[in-house]
């Protein structure tokens, strides 16, 4: 078991996409890791344009094998991790909050 770093630039045409399977309990329940990428999203920051910054724990190897075969790959690219020794808060404007936004226009 390790914490990561995640940072990916998410799929501008994909994001209602996404807030409606991360609301409507599709990932969450996804076993076995749907709670922790439901809870991921939830500390997700929007550090630069289109870039998005989490930390996340993962059993797998490679790092997020699972999550990105499942989930991840739809709707991110440019996916980057880094083991860290515990959970970060990332400055920026919170991810679930811009993808409720984008779910309205």
């Given at each position: 078991m390790a914490i990561?770093?995640?940072?990916?630039?998410?799929?501008?045409?994909?994001?209602?996409?996404?807030?409606?399977k991360l609301t409507d309990e599709t990932i969450q329940n996804q076993k076995p890791d749907g709670q922790e990428i439901i809870n991921s999203m939830k500390r997700a920051k929007i550090t630069k344009s289109n870039v998005i910054q989490w930390s996340e724990m993962c059993f797998c190897s490679p790092p997020l094998k699972?999550?990105?075969?499942?989930?991840?790959?739809?709707?991110?690219?440019?996916?980057?991790?880094?083991?860290?020794?515990?959970?970060?808060?990332?400055?920026?404007?919170?991810?679930?909050?811009?993808?409720?936004?984008?779910?309205?226009?």
């Open positions: 990561y770093s995640v940072k990916a630039r998410c799929i501008e045409g994909k994001m209602k996409e996404f807030y409606q699972h999550e990105r075969e499942t989930v991840y790959n739809q709707f991110f690219t440019d996916i980057k991790t880094k083991v860290i020794d515990e959970y970060v808060e990332y400055e920026g404007e919170l991810f679930m909050d811009f993808l409720a936004k984008k779910n309205k226009e």
